[in-house]
């Protein structure tokens, strides 16, 4: 095994290839927050890509309620319970990942789910927990809670997919670091259905191939952003480009949010992928839940999170959020406007910080009705 960095752990890890990171890296930013579970991304990418015979089953972008929900059933608690104790010593990850967890003769830490697994992609929504009791009101405090947890592939930066296929099947693509299956080369043996710890390669059965999300490649080639992210109802998925923590530029808005202010954060960083998909954590949800799930600059990001309205920068680039079809590559404030610039600094987008409101009176004396809606 070779020795890799991850900067995520704060230290080397052991992984089957050598460290050769892409000549960029495609990323993505996840406002938790922001989620309200409406499944427009799920079916963005289910009509886009997922239509076809063995495919049915297939839901390369989903969103889950946490904690009782899953795709496929249990996929995280089991990884976790696998994985055994995983503790952090400060930003140093003091456990073991799923490559150095990997028993004798097997290259990942892995299971493979069972078909019934699938069958229930809905299970646990909007259960919350700890109930509600009968006359039970909001007093300031959330005892009960529960929060969408919206999925794709991390297309990792050390893929377990990758470095579990016998065939040398899958691979990072050199231009963009999108992880991607060769069809005429997979012979559908499943180790990475086995291998990855999110579950986000599928098998399917009518091709005898595994398949998996391509992040829109085509699109990405085009400067735009993916499917899930541009039919996003709450505004919640920004796409675009990082970079390793000592390249960060504080103009490229996915190195701000996640090297310069820290607020978003990668899911399970312990697994040891170095996964590219980042959240904003719930601020509804329990610490510990939250430093299990997210590592342990969970505190930090909700803090600033939270200070964010007294924060132009922060909130301003939080407002390009769902703003345009086209990936943001720069971006700049200038007193309450957020500008979006293209690779060649070409302005794609201007937001204003404030929209202004309009409240009109209750009834309309000129047409003599009342009006619903004032505001
Ligand atoms: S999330 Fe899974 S399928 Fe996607 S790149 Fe990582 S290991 Fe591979
Ligand atoms: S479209 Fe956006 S808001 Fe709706 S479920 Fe997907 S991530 Fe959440």
């Not at 300031?140 to 999925?151: D, M, Q």
């Not at 299990?292 to 959020?321: C, H, I, W």
């Not at 302005?347 to 009006?371: G, K, L």
């Amino acid at each position: 095994m070779a020795r890799v960095y991850n900067w995520q752990l704060g230290r080397e890890m052991s992984y089957w290839y050598p460290e050769q990171r892409s000549k960029r890296q495609f990323a993505a930013v996840f406002d938790t927050n922001k989620c309200i579970a409406c499944q427009t991304c799920t079916l963005a990418c289910k009509t886009t890509w997922t239509s076809g015979k063995g495919q049915e089953y297939m839901l390369w972008n989903n969103v889950e309620t946490k904690p009782y929900g899953f795709y496929p059933l249990a996929w995280d608690v089991n990884m976790l319970e696998k994985l055994g104790a995983q503790n952090w010593d400060g930003q140093r990850y003091a456990g073991r990942t799923v490559f150095e967890a990997a028993q004798a003769g097997e290259r990942v830490l892995g299971w493979r789910p069972e078909d019934i697994d699938y069958a229930h992609p809905n299970v646990g929504e909007d259960d919350c927990v700890n109930g509600v009791e009968k006359g039970a009101h909001f007093s300031g405090v959330h005892n009960s809670w529960f929060f969408y947890l919206a999925r794709m592939c991390n297309h990792c930066t050390y893929p377990a997919c990758l470095s579990s296929c016998p065939r040398a099947a899958i691979y990072k693509r050199p231009e963009d670091g999108i992880v991607v299956i060769d069809q005429a080369r997979c012979r559908g043996y499943q180790e990475c259905v086995k291998a990855c710890p999110y579950k986000k390669t599928f098998y399917n059965a009518m091709t005898g191939t595994s398949e998996k999300c391509i992040a829109c490649f085509p699109k990405i080639e085009l400067g735009m952003q993916p499917q899930c992210f541009v039919n996003c109802i709450g505004k919640i998925r920004f796409a675009g480009w990082i970079s390793k923590p000592e390249n960060a530029r504080p103009d490229n808005p996915i190195d701000f949010l996640v090297h310069v202010k820290k607020v978003a954060l990668p899911l399970f960083p312990q697994f040891g992928l170095e996964p590219n998909v980042y959240y904003i954590p719930p601020v509804n949800v329990p610490r510990d839940f939250l430093l299990q799930m997210f590592g342990p600059n969970v505190d930090a990001a909700l803090e600033t999170y939270r200070n964010a309205p007294k924060d132009k920068d922060l909130s301003g680039l939080l407002t390009l959020f769902g703003s345009t079809e086209l990936i943001v590559a720069k971006w700049k404030r200038a007193d309450e406007q957020v500008m979006g610039y293209d690779e060649s600094g070409r302005e794609i987008v201007r937001v204003p910080m404030r929209e202004p409101t309009h409240v009109r009176q209750p009834f309309d004396a000129a047409r003599n009705v009342a009006r619903t809606n004032i505001s």
